[in-house]
């Protein structure tokens, strides 16, 4: 008889955590109150990039701290009314924002990263989802030859990982992309990164694959949990629902549900947002494009041209403020000859962060039979392969690949 584990929450990061979990045996029943990847997972760049390994704390963030605490600057918004709430976090993450540090997390974020997108290839191919990929790499655009100075200690990370980029001038800019208006004096290519042409795709791909091998799919929202007699029991609107063991990866809400169990809530939530426009007439972007001096990220999709923004740091949920998206269009018409907005109400997901930036993946410190997998912050759709690795070695006992402690639930719930 199969051991039953049940995985709450399918966004990507719930989605391969039941399908690794049922390669290693497991009759696995995964629930969520949506579809699978119909939140955070479905509106992202698609981006499964090595740039990745890049932590958020970065030194060159204390030297415009008075104008990111202004909201003067595109690529964060804080939200006021929660500033109380986050000054704690916001602490502790001004911390990180050392040289030594930042490498020291850059390389353990890198420890995650480039398997991650080795086992997505992997399960790609055996999906059949090869036609979702665009053009292999990623550009990240400069328009100000100070900002490319700025951002060297990003690719010393690079270097320090093994990841694989090259320095383009414009020349070479206009040979990968010949559309882009002639507005960048600098880019690095991150050679060997994929992109999807469409997200939410790659997370039904991978769940048909979970179904078709006979796992099961429930769409309930669950408001608690409870241990009883050695068994979970989640409750919630389609009634109760017992496992033996249970993985949490409910993403931004994570914290409300364990939160009953006792654990406090470590996280702020990035809100990010998108819109999408399409293209002028036999004009066309082959991959995706990181305007890093004009804050966004321009991914060509399935259904046009998806602009996303940066960050709107909140407490918990709060009223949406699309702003950002009003302050990058100046910039994406300048670099790209795009014609209409297609989507006039801009789409936001909500990335929940800790302040190292690393995912809280493993055994809940203080309760049995439970795993957690969430904070994946802006990395959670490249994380997923690995994620899922990490947890069914937890759950099995199995030998993990690669040390751990960085990204053990213990060093923000203990």
């Not at 179904?211 to 007699?229: C, K």
């Amino acid at each position: 008889m199969q051991s039953n584990i049940t995985v709450l929450g399918a966004g990507i990061i719930g989605i391969c955590c039941a399908l690794e979990l049922q390669k290693r045996g497991f009759q696995v029943t995964l629930i969520d109150r949506r579809g699978p990847g119909e939140e955070t997972s479905y509106g992202n760049a698609g981006v499964l990039s090595y740039s990745n390994v890049t932590p958020l704390a970065r030194p060159e963030l204390i030297t415009r701290a008075h104008r990111l605490l202004l909201n003067r600057d595109a690529d964060l918004l804080l939200h006021y009314p929660h500033l109380l709430k986050l000054l704690p976090w916001l602490g502790r993450f001004a911390l990180r924002c050392r040289r030594k540090v930042f490498l020291q997390d850059g390389q353990a974020m890198s420890a995650l990263t480039l398997p991650s997108i080795e086992l997505h290839r992997q399960w790609i191919a055996q999906c059949k989802a090869q036609h979702l990929l665009n053009p292999p790499g990623i550009l990240k655009l400069y328009r100000n030859r100070q900002t490319f100075i700025r951002d060297r200690l990003e690719r010393e990370l690079y270097d320090l990982c093994g990841i694989k980029y090259s320095l383009l001038d414009p020349d070479q800019i206009s040979e990968y992309e010949p559309d882009l208006h002639p507005v960048f004096v600098k880019a690095v290519m991150i050679d060997e990164s994929l992109s999807l042409r469409n997200p939410g795709k790659l997370c039904q791909a991978y769940t048909d694959l979970f179904l078709r091998a006979g796992g099961l799919l429930q769409r309930a929202e669950i408001h608690a949990l409870n241990w009883i007699d050695h068994r979970w029991e989640l409750s919630g609107n389609q009634g109760r629902h017992r496992t033996d063991r249970l993985v949490v990866c409910l993403g931004a809400w994570t914290a409300d549900i364990i939160g009953q169990l006792g654990y406090r809530n470590p996280l702020a939530i990035e809100r990010g947002y998108h819109t999408v426009f399409a293209p002028m007439a036999d004009k066309k972007l082959s991959r995706p494009i990181f305007d890093v001096d004009a804050s966004y990220v321009m991914a060509p999709m399935e259904t046009g041209l998806r602009v996303t923004t940066g960050s709107n740091l909140v407490y918990g949920e709060a009223e949406e403020n699309p702003s950002q998206i009003a302050r990058v269009s100046p910039g994406v018409h300048q670099a790209f000859p795009v014609d209409r907005v297609i989507l006039h109400k801009p789409w936001m997901g909500r990335r929940p962060t800790v302040p190292d930036t690393l995912p809280l993946i493993g055994p809940a410190p203080a309760h049995e039979n439970l795993w957690l997998a969430y904070a994946h912050s802006h990395m959670g759709l490249t994380l997923g392969p690995i994620t899922a690795r990490l947890i069914a070695n937890f759950v099995t006992g199995d030998k993990q690949p690669m040390a751990v402690t960085a990204y053990a639930p213990q060093r923000y719930l203990g």
